[in-house]
Structure formats: structure tokens, C-alpha cells
């Protein structure tokens, strides 16, 4: 399989198919045809115990083999490019042929083989396979693994090197997987979209975000950030490989169509959209009242720290001091951790945890099953469905709320109530502009609709926080 970048001399993935229709896996097309043999015999493929079924199931048994076997041939000796399926069975026909010659098969078997593709002796109103993927308009078929095959190729598996090598981390981290998942999953949409080409510029770039458009905007800036760190990867590679002598217009065409996808802005909402709200009180204590010991602390943790999942989920007994109220949190993307202080009504609730849970200093502090934070986003969401608070109506738009509102609503009273510059510290973020980036929209937002109804004490608060 090659993968191009930039400009294009060869596009040509592993074989010369060209995909202009849905591709289908083995597996779709089988189950298709099976639905459709039961519609035409009035049998219900779930009722096992009727008489019909009992009759016809060896005879739909061996249809779906064959077929299956004849779509196999078709995946990898014609790179899944179906056509007329009558000519291409008879192509199959002559390799089954060619195996009795060579006595790979014995002279029945090659007969089996090919029962059922046109037609059913017993059954005339049947269509055979054949017949009936040319009817249905299957043309096209890929493999179900095609996902896998692509991770596995070498520039993806030495991009995902590269990662851990530029890493500042000392510690193991989902950040190199994360983003050659990202890659694999941007490169196999190309794949299936460009006739089977894999060529990724700035154009194929931005059709894949527009066709993912349905996703939050953070999510597309993220994939965004890994299709970039990937043509870096790429570009570096590719200098690396071409020397100064043979650095003619192609090179020079792909560093600048390179460059021209590093220089993609990120998607942007506009000044009326908010990305993420607070939660707003009354939402805040119906979750409380409803949580278990445990759940109560992963709400009070985010929304009266504005701690993230994964600094949840890291947070051991032995991190935190009860004595002097703070808390040693482990940050992302950093290899040192961050004191925290924590506030009292808290401090008070993880020493009564401490002694309900019976748990001891090495142990983490919230005990979810599980080797990642998702496990405990996982549990937040499924604890928010069951309890019907998913969602909040704010300004007659509902929102979905996940674990990371919790930080957002910490951050929104933290700016009332301590201002910009203290919220960005308590938040660990780099800079203040972090912090007014992510967290300020919603807080000006919501003052903007009432700023006329202000009192003079509100609006001088307001100024000299902001």
C-alpha cells in the first residue's frame, strides 16, 4: 500500500481498483443474501422451530458458503472489484478448474462450489448469488480489516514511533496511540473516498473534516492537530531521504503542498455558539442527591477543583494531605505533578471517604475498574442516562453534559469569585489566554444577555475580573 503526501507522482493503493460505489465487506453481503432468501421462502430467519426453516436451512447454509467463498476470490485475486458478477463468476470458474487440474480440489467439490450461484433446482423462484448481487448492484467489496492493515503499515507504525521519540513524557501515555489511530482512521476515509488512492493534501484534508462535521469542534480540531503532526512527520521524513542533488520540482511541490496543510486554520465557532456549558446549580445538586459516595466525589473533584478525568483517575490516597489541605495532582501532557490546594468542605467529605472506603495510602482514590480514564467517563455518562441528566435546556438549547463540564462549571464560578489569573493557575493551565480561550465564552455569554438589568456594584465586579 503507498501512501503519498503532497504532490503526486503515484497514488496507487496495493492494487488498481477503482471504488466509485459503496464498498461492502463479506460478511454484509452474506447476511443480505440471507434476508433475502428468507423474505422469498415467507420464513422468519429467527423462527428455528418451523417446518420450512428446518427444510431449507442446509440449502441456505451451503448458499451462504459458496457465496462467501466466490467473494473471497473476488477480495484477493481481484482487489474486490465485483463488475458483472456473472463474468467474474465465470473467471472464478476457470480458477476452480485450474485447482482440479492441479488436484488442489477433488472433481465433486469443484461442483459444490458452484451450486446455488444461478439458480435452485428445488426452488425456482430463488435467484442464484450470482444473479442476485448483479440485481442488488453489489460491485464493490473491501475487507473488514482494512482498518487493522492500515495501522500496520510500515509509515503509520514509524509514525507512531516518531511520537514516542518526541515525547517529553517519563511516563507510559495513550497519546501515540491516540494519534495513529486518528491517522489510520483519516487514511482509510481517503482510501475509500478517492477511488482507492491514498494522496492527502490540503483539499483531501478538509473534505475529510466537512464529512465529519457532525462532530463537536474540539474533536475536529483534534484530528486536525494528528493529520498535521503526521505530514511533519512525513516532511521531516521525507528531507531526510531526498538529498540536496535530487531535490527537483516534485520535492519542492511536496514540502509546499505539505505546508500548505500545516497552515489549515482550525474550525471556529462563531460569537453565538458555546462549546461547553457550566452545569447550572440546580442541575449540580439533583446529580448529587442521586450519586452514590462515590460518584459525589468525582462531581465535587470536578466541579469544585476542576479536575480532569485523567487527573482523577491517576489521584492515589497517598496524594492527598489532609493535615494542610492539598492535593499532589498528576497534570496532562506533564511529568510533574501539581500541588492543589483543596477546599475545606471537601477537605472534610475525603476524610470521611477515606474512612467509609476502607482504602489504603497506595490505593487510587476512586477504584474503577479499568486501565484508562475513559473507564470513569464511561461511568459518568451511564450514571447521567440512567438518572435522566444528560442534558440541560440553557437559553432554549440543550446540551449534553460529559465529565469535562465539571471542570468547565469550576471554571465559570471560579472567574467570579477569584477572577481570570487565579482561575488559570487553580486550572494548571500555561497561560491566562489558555484559560480565556476555553472558559471565558460561556461566562460572556451569559453576561452579555443581561448586561442592561446589571446593577453598578455587578458591572465594577465585572470589569476588574475580566
Partial sequence: MEISVGANKKQEL????????????IKDVCELYHDYLCLKLGINRNDVE??????????ISKAKSNLSLFLKYVLENLGGEIGDALNTFERYSLFLSTQLEMEEITANRCSYLKMYATRYRKYPELKGFVVWINDVKIKHLKDKNTTYQIKGHPLVLEFAQW???????????????????AVSLFIRWVQENHNGEV?????????YLNAKSDLALTTLNKYLDWIKLFC????????????????????????????????LRKKEYDDTQVERIAIPNEHLIKMLNLADERMKMVIRLGSEMGLR??????????????????MMVQLKGRNQPQVLPIPVSLNNMLATYFTSQKIKPEDKLLRFN????????????????????KYVDKSGKLYGISLHNLRH????????????????????HKSVEVTERHYLKDKLTDALYKVYEMDEEEIKRMKEMW
Avoid at 496495493?14 to 465487506?25: F, Y
Fill in 14 to 25: 496495493g492494487s488498481n481498483r477503482r471504488i466509485t460505489g459503496k464498498a461492502w465487506t
Fill in 50 to 59: 418451523s417446518s420450512i426453516y428446518s427444510e431449507t436451512r442446509p440449502i
Fill in 163 to 181: 511520537l514516542k521519540l518526541r515525547s517529553k513524557l517519563n511516563r507510559e501515555s495513550k497519546y501515540a496511540k491516540a494519534a495513529t489511530d
Fill in 199 to 207: 494522496h492527502i493534501n490540503a483539499f483531501t484534508v478538509n473534505q
Fill in 232 to 263: 511533519k512527520f512525513f516532511m521531516e521524513r521525507f528531507e531526510k531521504k531526498t538529498p540536496p542533488s535530487r531535490r527537483d520540482d516534485f520535492y519542492h511541490n511536496t514540502i509546499s503542498e505539505i505546508k500548505e496543510i500545516l497552515n
Fill in 309 to 326: 478525568a485523567s487527573s482523577m483517575f491517576a489521584l492515589k490516597v497517598k496524594d492527598i494531605d489532609l493535615n494542610n489541605k492539598r
Fill in 370 to 389: 479499568g486501565q484508562e480514564p475513559a473507564t470513569l467517563s464511561s461511568a459518568f455518562n451511564q450514571f447521567l442516562k440512567k438518572n435522566g441528566l
Fill in 409 to 428: 462549571t469550576f471554571a465559570y464560578n471560579s472567574i467570579d469569585r477569584f477572577g481570570l489569573l487565579m482561575t488559570s493557575r487553580l486550572l494548571c
